[in-house]
C-alpha cells in the first residue's frame, strides 16, 4: 500500500518561511511526476510546483521566484521551500504522485492527506 505523508505545515506572519516534506513509503520501485498542490476555502484545487515526468519542474505563476521544489530520490520524498509567504498562500496543500510503481503494483494519482499553511497579515 502506497502512502503520501505531507508534513510542515502551520501558521506563520506575512513575510516568513515554511518547508513542506512528503515522504512516499510502500515497497516503492518508482516515482513519476510527483509535486505540491493547494486549496483554499471555496476555491478548486491547484498545481503551485511539480517535477514533471522528464524531471523538469512547473510552478503556478503566483509562487514563481518565491517557492522551490525539491526531492530526494533515495527518500522517495519531495519538498517544497516557500519563501516571502503571503496571506493569499494560505491553504491546505497536497502532496500528488501521477504514477508510483511498487514492487506489487502501480499506483495512479495518489494523493496526500494534506497539511495546512495559514499566513497570517
Known amino acids: 500500500q502506497v502512502q503520501l505523508v505531507e508534513s510542515g505545515g502551520g501558521l506563520v506572519q506575512a513575510g516568513e518561511s515554511l518547508r513542506l516534506s512528503c515522504v512516499a513509503s510502500?515497497?516503492?520501485?518508482?516515482?513519476?511526476?510527483m509535486g505540491w498542490y493547494r486549496q483554499a476555502p471555496g476555491k478548486q484545487r491547484e498545481l503551485v510546483a511539480a517535477?514533471?515526468?522528464?524531471?523538469?519542474?512547473n510552478y503556478a505563476d503566483s509562487v514563481k521566484g518565491r517557492f522551490t521544489i525539491s526531492r530526494d530520490k533515495d527518500k522517495n520524498t519531495v519538498y517544497l521551500q516557500m519563501n516571502s509567504l503571503k496571506p493569499e498562500d494560505t491553504a491546505v496543500y497536497y502532496c500528488?504522485?501521477?504514477?508510483?510503481?511498487?514492487?506489487?503494483?502501480?499506483?495512479?494519482?495518489?494523493w496526500g492527506q494534506g497539511t495546512q499553511v495559514t499566513v497570517s497579515s
Open positions: 517535477f514533471t515526468s522528464g524531471g523538469n519542474t
Open positions: 500528488h504522485a501521477a504514477k508510483i510503481t511498487t514492487i506489487f503494483a502501480t499506483i495512479y494519482n495518489p
Open positions: 510502500g515497497s516503492i520501485f518508482s516515482i513519476n511526476a
